[in-house]
C-alpha cells in the first residue's frame, strides 16, 4: 500500500492538517489499514521534500494544514491511472513456514495445512459477518465493504491453496532433506534460469 500516494489523493480534495489525513485514511479505507500519526507527519516531510505539498500556516489551534502541489496532483493521476505491480520478493511466511517443513524429518505437514485451514476459515468467518453486519449505502460503508471483500478473496485464495498443497503433499512421498555437506560458499548464488 501506497502511504504517500494515498495522504496525496486525500489533500487533492482540499488542505488537511496530519490527524485529519489519518481520519480521513480510516474513513475512506474503513480503518483496515490504520496509519500511526508519526508515519502520516514522516511522509509528509517526504512529499515536502519532493516537492508534491506545501505546509500551509497554522490555524488557531495550532494545526498546520497541508497542501497539494501541481507536481503532487500529476502523481496522483499518475497513480490512480497506472496498475498495481505484483508486488516483487516479498515473502509468503506461510508458503516459507509449509516448504521448510515438507523438508524436515519428523515434522506432520498435514497438522500443520490443516491448524492453518482452521484458522483462516475462522477469520473468513469473521470477515464475513462483519461485511454483512451492515448494508453498503454510503461511501464510508461501500469503501469498507471493498476493502473487505479483497481481504475475503485472500483468504479464500489462501484456503485454496493449502488444500492443492495438501492434494500434491498426499501424491509425493515427503522425503525429508538432510544437511548438505558440501562447505557452503561465500556470495551469491548462481542464477538458474529456465528456457
Known amino acids: 500500500m501506497s502511504v504517500k500516494q494515498s495522504l496525496l489523493a486525500i489533500l487533492d480534495q482540499g488542505a488537511c492538517y496530519g490527524y485529519q489525513l489519518r481520519s480521513e485514511f480510516d474513513r475512506r479505507t474503513g480503518g483496515t489499514w490504520p496509519l500511526n500519526v508519526g508515519q502520516i ?3 509528509l516531510d517526504r512529499l515536502e521534500r519532493d516537492g508534491f505539498v506545501e505546509r500551509g500556516e497554522a490555524d488557531d489551534e495550532g494545526h498546520v494544514f497541508w497542501r497539494i502541489t501541481d507536481a503532487g496532483r500529476t502523481e496522483v493521476r499518475d497513480w490512480l491511472s497506472s496498475p498495481v505491480a505484483a508486488a516483487k520478493g516479498t515473502r509468503d511466511e506461510l508458503a516459507i513456514k509449509l516448504a521448510l517443513a515438507a523438508t524436515l524429518p519428523g515434522v506432520d505437514v498435514e497438522a500443520i495445512i490443516q491448524t492453518q485451514r482452521v484458522a483462516s476459515l475462522r477469520h473468513l468467518q469473521e470477515l464475513n459477518r462483519a461485511k454483512y453486519a451492515g448494508a453498503s449505502d454510503t461511501a464510508e460503508e461501500l469503501a469498507w465493504s471493498l476493502v ?7 483468504v479464500e485464495a489462501q484456503v485454496r491453496w493449502l488444500d492443492h498443497t495438501e492434494q500434491r503433499l498426499r501424491a509425493t512421498p515427503i522425503a525429508p532433506l538432510a544437511l548438505g555437506d558440501e562447505p557452503a560458499r561465500r556470495g551469491r548464488p548462481t542464477k538458474v534460469t529456465t528456457s
Open 41 to 43: 507527519y514522516s511522509t
Open 148 to 154: 473487505v471483500d479483497s481481504m475475503i478473496f485472500q
